[in-house]
């Protein structure tokens, strides 16, 4: 069995996008617009930030009072969309249900929007744009498939999940990377059947150790795309990893896994983001 | 064997529709934006024009010189999203190649766009938005389903195309009804396999008589969206109808399946948005 490190490959790619970073004539800035102070958020927000400062690119964060109007917030985003120096503008997400998602992350610009949830990068995305930007989670995977060498190109990939901001993006990653793609869910029957049958499962539930050894036939490989913390404070993915670690060919372990290649994506959409930039200049 | 059949279902939706629209205060208008004069987008605005006809709807039909630039294309686009009397706005595909259709399609207001191709309804497809407006052709199969109460709920729903106006929106409304969906496509291996475990199999590839009894198994749905014309001027489907029908539990003949179906998801849409539009009044 193969660990897939995402530490590792993280670290491996770090001297890449840090030499496109210094190729570029200026210094990208990254605005994080964080509306209240949820404890998860805090976290990751804090992850991007220190990322930011490793990879000498400049950050913004802008924190809204949790309560704000939603004009307010608009406002927030209008302004830096049309400030040249923000390369890219982020969105905490989840927002207090007294804003409307859709309507914030619609007016976030295209071309500025690092995190690929805008409608137009969404379609670009089930169009397999080549400047499609992908939600960071599928384009982490995706990173960390092509660095071992796994090629998707008429792999069997079961997902496990149909959220919009993971399983759906992740899905319609694999199709444009030529995939034959199943989208597993809570209303899925037979779901043991469903991922037997994948060379490539991808679980992406919030469920603890909800994928056991009934799941998973011998010679797979699993990127589990789940986090939680447990009781003693520890971390755990959606699949039982003491469990089915003997079974498959190749798994991602949780921590260190596509948690740590997320945080990589982002930067490299960014990234990604100022070249296009340039090239339409 | 039972036939699912496109004509009857359009003709019984008909009265449920035309009482829409005579419910509505006003009359509703599709304005239908032609560049060149490709014979195949001839037939198929002729089609769309009749039917509107038939339901008592307005519609003004542009025609665009082949050779027109881009910037005027948009300008008609905008003439017409500014304009109250035209509820929805259909850009007939494909363009010439030397448009964008991104930036085009991307021009017509989400609030008129029957076809449901600009990025923020591929968006709510996605999302499985209350208020996506559908693609037609996996909207019309949405309904044929629905008249004959085949609730695709936990089933098992293999698509095989993933093209962007046809096989990944099919897939994502099937998702957005809680089937357990597999995307096959030219890459994909043992297609056999993977057709003969569906539940539902829906095929869009464009391939005449492509699918044939190696890849069906007993007791089967299949929904056929090809539509080609052979060489004896007759039409036929992507699956070998003649070939199947005594194995399969029902199916969609070609003409008079799902073709008879998107016409009338066109004008679902455009009802769908004129009370959208009043809602928001």
Known sequence: MKILDGKLVREQSLPILIERIKNLSF??????IQVGNRPDSDAFIRAKKSFATKLGIKNI???LDEKIEQDKVLEVINKYNGDSEVIGI????????????EIIIDAISPSKDVDGLTPLNIKRLVDGHDEAIIPATARGIRQLLK???????????????????VGKPIALMCLNENATVTVCHSKTQNLEEETK??????????????IDRNHIRKGQIVIDVGISRQLD???TGDVNYE????????????PGGVGQMTVLAVFENLVDLCYYRNNSN
Not at 90 to 101: T, W
């Open 61 to 63: 964060h802008i924190q």
């Open 147 to 165: 660095f071992y060498n796994i090629d998707l190109f008429g792999k069997k990939v079961t997902v496990v999940g149909r959220s919009t901001l």
């Open 233 to 235: 404070n520890s971390l």
């Open 27 to 32: 210094v990208p800035c990254l605005a994080i």
């Open 90 to 101: 982020i969105v905490q997400l989840p927002l207090p249900i007294h804003l409307n998602s």
């Open 197 to 210: 049958k994948a060379d490539v499962l991808i679980v992406a539930i919030g469920k603890p150790n909800f």
């Open 243 to 254: 469990e089915i670690k003997d079974m498959v060919d190749m798994i991602t372990p949780v």
